[in-house]
């Protein structure tokens, strides 16, 4: 057994040195502890490597805001450690790293283990609202709400010390990190590409799960083309600790047909042999983009791409469902110009954009979309006190009226939005 902390990612190996790579990874807001289960009866077949995303179970806090990135440092712990070819099962947005493995790099992984997992989990807007809260709260809502998530009433009334624990491992996050991975979640979506996922996968889901369930499940194995089912009575979205031994035999079972093919590192190719399969036509000619009439890119889709970021989907969508022939033009005007001109830009950070937009409109007197403003405020990063402290400023320069105007509208929205979930 051996236990380190890389530059990369926190992790730990059990099992012997020349078995085959079996790497299992975490849930958002657990430790690599949560699989504790499992090891006893995987580390006998299995070289298992557990890692900590970063800021969680004392990893160092290097926030990582995609899932991609996670998946980079991942691979380049790997790769200190020699271990080229392995299976991979993973928790929630470990199981995102397993998806976006198995996308991008399909030569390292033999097998994958998909486990309370979602091509997309749920909205961007509740994972950057959940972040919101945090950077408003702390964690300490979230950790006392997760065991409702990640526990069936039953288990959670039975076990009170693993119920506390849990508490524990998700008041001991960093905030910052936490925040990082509910961006990643929030922007992961493979909907439309797992087609692509060539590997053998287990779906493995909790029949009570109501974080990401069977029907999240059932998405997976229909778009997966060697992918089967499983699902696990009585369990919710912690399975592996629920329901350990269940888990247990499901992963040994799937894993069992690729531990031969996980031994050694595998060399690289001869060149003769470096051609891949035939790729989709978008990644082997990627669409140009669209240009205006003066040759420059158009900025409609990054503008729309930022403005769905600050503002949130639901807010976005409603303004373009509203929108109809008199007023269409002037939603694309705000979309490309506002947002793909000069929210684009790189001089300023979306914060400091957000102070500006914030005195431009108590000084207008434009209460509706100060609302707007004041919300994208908190998901750009100002927190409640530096809201306060805008609107104090905005007293002296654009008047005690307009100041306390915004003040009214700006409070609403604050209490909204940094209130503990349920």
């Known amino acids: 057994m051996s236990e380190t902390t890389t530059k990369t990612l926190q992790y730990r190996v059990d099992g012997p040195d020349d078995a085959p790579v079996l790497i299992l990874g975490p849930s958002l807001g657990t430790t690599w502890h949560m699989w504790d289960r499992q090891i006893a009866d995987l580390s006998r077949e299995w070289r298992v490597f557990r890692y900590d995303l970063p800021g969680h179970g004392g990893a160092p806090a290097h926030p990582a805001a995609a899932v991609g990135d996670l998946t980079d440092r991942l691979l380049a712990t790997l790769d200190e450690l020699g271990i080229q070819r392995f299976g991979y099962a993973g928790c929630s947005i470990g199981g995102a790293v397993g998806i976006d493995l198995a996308l991008r ?7 994958l283990a998909l486990v309370a997992a979602s091509p997309r989990f749920g909205t961007a807007d509740e994972f950057r609202r959940r972040g919101v809260v945090v950077r408003t709260n702390g964690l300490d809502p979230i950790a006392r709400s997760a065991p409702e998530s990640w526990f069936t009433q039953g288990f959670a009334a039975a076990q009170p010390a693993i119920v506390e624990w849990a508490v524990q491992m998700v008041r001991t996050t960093d905030p910052g990190c936490y925040i990082a991975a509910c961006e990643a979640l929030a922007a992961f979506d493979v909907r439309e590409d797992l087609g692509r996922v060539g590997v053998p996968t287990l779906v493995l889901v909790g029949s009570e799960d109501r974080v990401t369930g069977p029907a999240e499940a059932r998405t997976l194995v229909a778009g997966i083309a060697d992918a089967r089912l499983a699902l696990v009575p009585g369990a919710s979205h912690l399975a592996p600790v629920e329901q350990p031994a269940a888990v247990t035999d499901l992963l040994a079972g799937h894993f069992a047909g690729v531990a031969q093919d996980t031994h050694t590192a595998i060399p690289a190719p001869p060149s003769a042999m470096l051609s891949a399969p035939v790729a989709p036509i978008a990644e082997i000619a990627p669409a140009m983009p669209q240009m205006t009439a003066s040759g420059r890119p158009d900025p409609y889709e990054p503008g729309m791409r930022i403005r769905r970021e600050i503002l949130g989907d ?37 914060r ?71």
Do not use: K, M
């Not at 790099?105 to 097998?111: M, T």
């Not at 007197?365 to 805008?390: F, S, W, Y």
């Not at 007293?395 to 509208?409: E, L, R, W």
């Open 314 to 350: 639901a807010h976005v969508d409603r303004v373009s469902a509203e929108a109809d022939g008199f007023t269409a033009d002037f939603q694309e005007l705000a979309t490309r110009y506002a947002w793909g001109e000069i929210w684009a830009r790189e001089g300023l950070d979306r």
């Open 105 to 111: 790099h399909p030569q390292r992984v033999a097998s």
């Open 352 to 422: 400091t954009r957000s102070v500006v937009t914030l005195t431009a409109l108590v000084a207008g007197g434009h209460r509706e979309e100060l609302a707007v403003h004041t919300r994208a405020a908190l998901r750009n990063g100002l927190t409640p006190d530096e809201i306060r402290e805008i609107l104090l400023h905005t007293a002296v320069y654009c008047g005690v009226p307009a100041a306390a105007a915004a003040f009214a509208v700006a409070r609403e929205v604050v209490q909204e939005e940094t209130a503990p979930g349920p």
